[in-house]
């Protein structure tokens, strides 16, 4: 009997051990599920935080961005990048602005249309924090000398790369031009499109690539975009293609029959796209980075060599005074020729910028 007993109160203290145990688990979960939600709550509030509300989202498609507009009239939030706030960027809008009328003048741009608009708006765009807005541009031979990658293809793989290129650890880079690719990014950062995958270049992008971009804005000037990741998506419609203007078109043409080597004329190969025979191959273009010191060592370099050029200019044009004139008709002459240096200083710093 007293065996029984004792065995009775030791299952009463056991079922109360359980039982404690079980409310000590239920209050941990809930601990726990608290410790989550907070978790999630610090998530929400960084990610909020780290999101700059910034404009220019999408490509040369609306009318010029304003400080109080967007080209795609949105205003989006930027993911990446530093942030660009303050006086700097409020004196470079105008600049900025510039920039586009001159690129629009050149390159008038064709309407995005709306699917691949909304491909690309929720793209994050990554603004440079740069005092000229990185408005400066390039060579294509400027670009070799300093990174290396031949001055002629497309799809520039470096072989041998340059001091810049070893710095910076650059190994490719992209130079479509926006008077055959003019949904291309036309300011750092910006998402957009190329066409891009004419003969040897039918397999490259559609596996995710990245390179650096340089976008020709004119014939000797590429402005450098950033780094991007390039995916091949799908090729134009023909509706898609007739949006584009006819010299734009044209000129699409010729390059097929070149890439591609088309037997037919430029007239043949035009008709083919406008029936959907042939279809102009699309690569998507995403920002992943902009390295504002590579951008600050490709200008410095420039500037250098406008200095250097300069100076040889105006060295060659003093050997050539007659040194057996007066010192009175030598000194007019040398005032012509500060005059004259006055003006090439003038059209060298326009040259370096493009607006």
Same mark, same amino acid.
């Given at each position: 009997?007293?065996?029984?007993?004792?065995?009775?109160?030791?299952?009463?203290?056991?079922?109360?051990?359980?039982?404690?145990?079980?409310?000590?688990?239920?209050?941990?979960?809930?601990?726990?599920?608290?410790?989550?939600?907070?978790?999630?709550?610090?998530?929400?509030?960084?990610?909020?935080?780290?999101?700059?509300?910034?404009?220019?989202?999408?490509?040369?498609?609306?009318?010029?961005?304003?400080? &109080?507009?967007?080209?795609?009239?949105?205003?989006?939030?930027?993911?990446?990048?530093?942030?660009?706030?303050?006086?700097?960027?409020?004196?470079?809008?105008?600049?900025?602005?510039?920039?586009?009328?001159?690129?629009?003048?050149?390159?008038?741009?064709?309407?995005?249309?709306?699917?691949?608009?909304?491909?690309?708006?929720?793209?994050?765009?990554?603004?440079?924090?740069?005092?000229?807005?990185?408005?400066?541009?390039?060579?294509?031979?400027?670009?070799?000398?300093?990174?290396?990658?031949?001055?002629?293809?497309?799809?520039?793989?470096?072989?041998?790369?340059?001091?810049?290129?070893?710095?910076?650890?650059?190994?490719?880079?992209?130079?479509?031009?926006?008077?055959?690719?003019?949904?291309?990014?036309?300011?750092?950062?910006?998402?957009?499109?190329?066409?891009?995958?004419?003969?040897?270049?039918?397999?490259?992008?559609?596996?995710?690539?990245?390179?650096?971009?340089?976008?020709?804005?004119?014939?000797?000037?590429?402005?450098?975009?950033?780094?991007? &990741?390039?995916?091949?998506?799908?090729?134009?419609?023909?509706?898609?293609?007739?949006?584009?203007?006819?010299?734009?078109?044209?000129?699409?043409?010729?390059?097929?029959?070149?890439?591609?080597?088309?037997?037919?004329?430029?007239?043949?190969?035009?008709?083919?796209?406008?029936?959907?025979?042939? &279809?102009?191959?699309?690569?998507?273009?995403?920002?992943?980075?902009?390295?504002?010191?590579?951008?600050?060592?490709?200008?410095?370099?420039?500037?250098?060599?406008?200095?250097?050029?300069?100076?040889?200019?105006?060295?060659?044009?003093?050997?050539?005074?007659?040194?057996?004139?007066?010192?009175?008709?030598?000194?007019?002459?040398?005032?012509?020729?500060?005059?004259?240096?006055?003006?090439?200083?003038?059209?060298?710093?326009?040259?370096?910028?493009?607006?």
């Amino acid at each position: 009997m007293k065996d029984r007993d004792a065995l009775r109160e030791q299952l009463k203290v056991s079922k109360m051990d359980v039982t404690r145990q079980q409310e000590r688990a239920n209050t941990l979960g809930q601990r726990l599920q608290e410790l989550n939600n907070e978790k999630t709550a610090l998530a929400r509030e960084l990610q909020a935080a780290a999101q700059i509300v910034r404009v220019d989202i999408g490509v040369n498609t609306n009318p010029l961005p304003t400080p &109080r507009s967007t080209p795609n009239g949105a205003r989006l939030p930027v993911v990446l990048g530093p942030s660009t706030a303050g006086p700097s960027r409020d004196r470079n809008l105008k600049e900025e602005r510039d920039v586009s009328v001159d690129i629009f003048a050149v390159h008038p741009p064709s309407q995005l249309p709306p699917s691949r608009k909304r491909a690309i708006e929720n793209a994050p765009q990554l603004i440079p924090d740069l005092a000229d807005g990185g408005t400066v541009c390039f060579t294509r031979p400027f670009i070799t000398t300093h990174i290396g990658g031949g001055s002629q293809a497309l799809i520039s793989n470096i072989a041998t790369p340059k001091s810049l290129a070893l710095k910076f650890g650059i190994t490719s880079y992209l130079c479509p031009n926006l008077w055959e690719n003019p949904w291309c990014p036309t300011n750092p950062g910006m998402a957009g499109y190329m066409f891009v995958g004419l003969g040897e270049e039918i397999h490259n992008f559609v596996q995710p690539e990245v390179h650096e971009l340089f976008v020709g804005v004119e014939k000797t000037k590429y402005r450098f975009m950033g780094r991007y &990741r390039a995916h091949r998506v799908e090729p134009l419609t023909v509706e898609e293609w007739l949006t584009l203007s006819e010299k734009v078109r044209f000129k699409y043409c010729e390059t097929t029959q070149r890439k591609a080597k088309d037997s037919r004329s430029v007239d043949g190969i035009k008709a083919a796209y406008e029936r959907g025979e042939l &279809r102009a191959p699309c690569v998507k273009l995403t920002c992943l980075d902009f390295n504002e010191d590579l951008y600050k060592k490709l200008k410095a370099r420039k500037m250098e060599q406008n200095n250097i050029n300069r100076s040889s200019s105006q060295r060659s044009i003093k050997q050539e005074l007659p040194v057996t004139r007066s010192s009175q008709k030598r000194r007019r002459i040398e005032e012509i020729i500060n005059v004259d240096e006055s003006s090439m200083d003038s059209d060298s710093d326009s040259s370096e910028y493009f607006g």
